[in-house]
């Protein structure tokens, strides 16, 4: 929720395209963790996420 958060701000603030150059490699950061790995994995078998804030 908080890079979704800071992105909404940095998009008000910058832009959208300076929010987009920012939250790529959010993103990228945020799927090698273990939940990020847990919501694509829940995703695929298409179940409820459970999320363990790592």
Known sequence: MRTVLNSA???HEHGDRAAIERLR???ARLLTTADGAEGVQSF????????TGR
């Open 25 to 27: 490699p959010d993103i």
């Open 44 to 51: 695929v078998e298409r179940r409820d996420a459970v999320f």
């Open 9 to 11: 701000h940095l998009a």
